[in-house]
């Protein structure tokens, strides 16, 4: 059951008098109830971007989201307080995301103030409780954020998100800014109240290795677009699009035999600018495998294997054909 469609959406950003940053360009990714949804690329490729989007925090410049089949566009009155209740986010940085003049307790009960959910005794029961869902206790309730450590802080804004009972929440980059010591714990917390709760995650990640372990399916994006996405045990066993097997090379595994037997993928140069993103394929001036079609068309965005999504020439049969022709000239 699909919770959020998301189609053809681009975001792009005005700068100065005649550039535009083309921040996300052109995605579309459906979420399904009940899951988690990964999404990865370096900073800048506009993952944030789309996450911001989806929540309404910007306006899309064009295309469409719809959330439980309803375009988010045009809410308005009960409707968006609605939606503005059943999705939440989670920040990167739990150090300023939390308002350091609150208490723990103000800051959990923002979301029950805002929509009038709890007053009194019930509030403050409701913060106890919350507290104790995310591994803290009452006693915290009555202190202010520096008092807490980095996980501590993300426990906080895990609280602050569920107290208004949402159905998806959006995590931009939750455990980036953690020790790996403590990664871990914050994940194992989501997988958690994921399972108790039902909940749907977008979860934002710069990198591959934490985002399998909590992902059911994982988005690749590259400078605006995304360029492949599939289930995590399939994304990792057979990535399609060389941006991911760039990215899949540089995830340490564990076993130090195949880490030696393995090959890192250097790519070249630095990600170009979304102002001038390079014709055809934004990738191709980083492509190991680049032919001469990838400047000249954008590559489709296909599901070449069921559920297995890429943008890339390198699987479309018609591509393919015309780069022969061309070399056959
Ligand atoms: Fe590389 Fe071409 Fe595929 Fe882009 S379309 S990823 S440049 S092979
Ligand atoms: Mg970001």
């Not at 998301?6 to 005649?18: P, S």
Request: hydrophobic residues 35%.
């Amino acid at each position: 059951e699909k919770i959020l469609e998301v189609n053809h959406v681009k975001k792009h950003f005005k700068m100065g008098r005649n550039q535009v940053v083309k921040a996300v360009d052109n995605i579309s990714f459906d979420v399904y109830k009940g899951e988690t949804l990964g999404l990865v690329g370096e900073s800048g490729c506009g993952k944030s971007t789309i996450g911001r989007t989806i929540i309404r925090l910007y306006d899309t410049t064009d295309g469409e989201i719809r959330f439980k089949g309803e375009s988010t566009r045009n809410l308005k009155g009960k409707d968006l307080k609605k939606f503005n209740r059943e999705m939440q986010m989670i920040f990167q940085d739990p150090y300023a995301s939390l308002n350091p003049r609150m208490t723990v307790a103000d800051i959990i009960a923002e979301g029950l103030d805002i929509h009038g959910l709890a007053q009194g005794e019930e509030r403050r029961q409701k913060v106890t409780e919350l507290l104790k869902t995310v591994g803290l206790n009452e006693e915290h309730a009555d202190r202010f954020p520096h008092e807490f450590s980095g996980g501590q802080r993300q426990r906080i804004g895990i609280a602050r998100a569920l107290a208004v009972d949402p159905e998806f929440i959006i995590a931009d980059e939750p455990i980036s800014a953690l020790d790996v010591s403590i990664q871990a714990q914050v994940v194992n917390l989501m997988k958690k109240l994921q399972r108790e709760k039902g909940l749907t995650y977008l979860f934002i990640a710069h990198d591959l290795s934490m985002v399998k372990y909590i992902s059911d399916r994982i988005g690749v994006m590259y400078l605006g677009n995304l360029v492949e996405l599939a289930d995590s045990q399939e994304l990792y066993d057979h990535p399609l699009h060389p941006y991911t097997e760039a990215l899949l090379s540089a995830v340490p595994i564990p076993d130090p035999d195949v880490e030696k037997e393995r090959e890192r993928i250097i790519l070249k140069g630095d990600v170009p600018s979304p102002i001038n993103p390079p014709s055809g394929c934004r990738f191709r001036t980083r492509c190991p495998k680049v032919m001469d079609i990838c400047a000249k068309e954008t590559p489709k965005w296909q599901e070449v294997k069921p559920m297995h999504w890429v943008a890339c020439h390198l699987y479309q049969e018609e591509s393919l054909k015309k780069e022969e022709g061309n070399k056959n000239k």
